[in-house]
């Protein structure tokens, strides 16, 4: 392993962790505001103490720490990961940094700042504020964990098809900041990374919410949120399908060599046929054991049959490592067609008997299916990033120029901390989601309806 590579699976390693939980707090924010709507319609219909307005409090409550910790791991995280272009590819902000620096400033001061000052109303305010100014707080965390996706996928999408810029002496500077934001991935790549994170929470909160009803731990609040989420996954899905469709036709027009690579495709050629499985093989340059339908890349890439599609052959040294690729995007849209399956046949089950009637076994199934979010987006990551190679700058910069010149020994030794640090904390993260489901507050402490008096605030004031 050189010293290139192990910065390349370092850098790898903290963003693979980091995007775990920005893919579940970006969704599950504004999941919890329609839990916020629909408790204050409850109570205006039926009363603040009816049933359906406690119960849709509870989903509100339990699922707000969730985010909390959720925020916290992410926040912590990302610092982490920002630290990297200094450390590991000081060349990319020398030559790039007058296009990343803004970008990453701009999610700072309109995302990060936001999120950050009324966080802490939407934790601690439930009646110590006004209902709209709990609402309001809401929505504006909601509307941060957004812009955060906006303004880090603006850069991301820029590094993969670069627009709006001039180079002057190898350095980039902005000549439209139009062009570089709304760069000709960029809408593609954020409609496709919300919809991920609509996944990605909805089928945390119907995994957990069913861990919950197998454990007899469940509250009102439960069925409520178990409802929302696979309502929520089966109008995601197919329109993930979709847009992952319009994503792959951006892709072959300006990433051709990517999509050789997603499709197994080594040489140019009209009519090419669709690779379900097999088995690529860089050193004899086709795919061994291959099981394919005739015309299908062809008819899926370009919506034509006969068009031509190009081989890596036309890419020599240009293009990606094909399995990494090839195999990251089986899986993903395996777990895709996994979780259509899962989403539509829940949706039909509570239609049929609702949340309480759902058998045990399709109550497994459900937690069993907790964390496939994650696991679809880690290998749509490794697609993107993986499939982006040798360019750090599509086109432009290769990383192979920017990289630090360390020894490959301390990127490898602090490498192996950080995957030891970073496995800790998931399994630390899982573990206190387990325990959360299985010891549920029944509701708030401080519950929206009534105002805390100075006493139940200071606890060292005189009880009456």
């Known amino acids: 392993m050189d010293a290139l590579l192990a910065a390349r699976i370092q850098f790898a390693a903290n963003i693979s962790f980091h995007i775990l939980f920005p893919t579940i707090t970006i969704a599950l924010c504004w999941l919890l505001l329609f839990f916020r709507i629909r408790q204050s319609l409850a109570t205006r219909r039926e009363g603040a103490e009816s049933a359906n307005a406690l119960a849709w409090e509870q989903a509100y409550y339990f699922w707000t720490k969730v985010f909390a910790l959720t925020f916290a791991l992410g926040v912590v995280s990302g ?216 015309k299908g890349a062809s008819l899926i890439l370009a919506h034509d049959a006969n068009a031509e599609l190009q081989g890596l052959e036309a890419f020599a040294g240009k293009h990606p490592p094909v399995a990494p690729v090839f195999w990251s995007f089986r899986v993903m849209v395996g777990i895709g067609l996994l979780m259509l399956a899962v989403a539509w046949l829940s949706a039909w089950k509570l239609y049929r008997v609702g949340s309480a009637g759902l058998p045990r076994y399709w109550l497994w199934t459900l937690a069993a299916m907790t964390f496939s979010g994650w696991v679809a987006t880690l290998a749509g990551w490794y697609v993107t990033e993986i499939g982006r190679q040798p360019w750090i700058v599509y086109g432009l910069v290769r990383a192979a120029d920017v990289v630090a010149d360390h020894a490959t020994g301390m990127v490898v030794t602090t490498l192996v901390a950080y995957l030891v640090v970073y496995a800790l904390l998931l399994l630390a993260y899982i573990g206190v989601l387990k325990y959360m489901a299985e010891h549920p507050t029944p509701s708030s402490p401080v519950t929206p309806h009534t105002q805390p008096n100075r006493a139940s605030v200071n606890p060292r004031a005189p009880q009456a």
């Not at 964990?145 to 902005?174: C, E, K, V």
């Not at 050789?260 to 054991?289: C, N």
């Open 79 to 294: 610092i982490t990961m920002s630290f990297q272009f200094g450390t590991n590819w000081p060349g990319f902000m020398e030559r790039a940094g007058n296009i990343a620096g803004p970008l990453l400033g701009y999610e700072v001061l309109t995302a990060f700042f936001l999120e950050a000052t009324f966080l802490g109303i939407m934790l601690f305010g439930r009646g110590r504020v006004s209902e709209r100014t709990h609402f309001i707080a809401t929505l504006l965390v909601a509307l941060g964990t957004t812009l955060s996706a906006f303004w880090i996928l603006a850069l991301n999408s820029w590094m993969q098809t670069p627009a709006g810029y001039t180079l002057i002496d190898g350095r980039f500077h902005a000549q439209d900041w139009w062009a570089i934001v709304f760069n000709p991935s960029f809408p593609y790549r954020l409609g496709h990374k919300l919809l991920a994170s609509a996944l990605t929470a909805s089928f945390l909160v119907a995994g957990l919410s069913a861990w919950q009803l197998l454990r007899r731990t469940a509250t009102p609040g439960t069925h409520k949120a178990l409802r929302t989420a696979i309502v929520t996954a089966a109008v995601a899905i197919p329109l993930q399908i979709w847009m992952g469709d319009l994503h792959g036709l951006n892709t072959l027009a300006h990433q051709p060599a990517k999509i050789a690579a997603i499709e197994g495709i080594w040489h140019t050629e009209r009519g090419a046929p669709l690779t379900l499985l097999g088995w690529p093989s860089e050193k004899e340059g086709r795919t061994l054991y291959a099981v394919q339908i005739p």
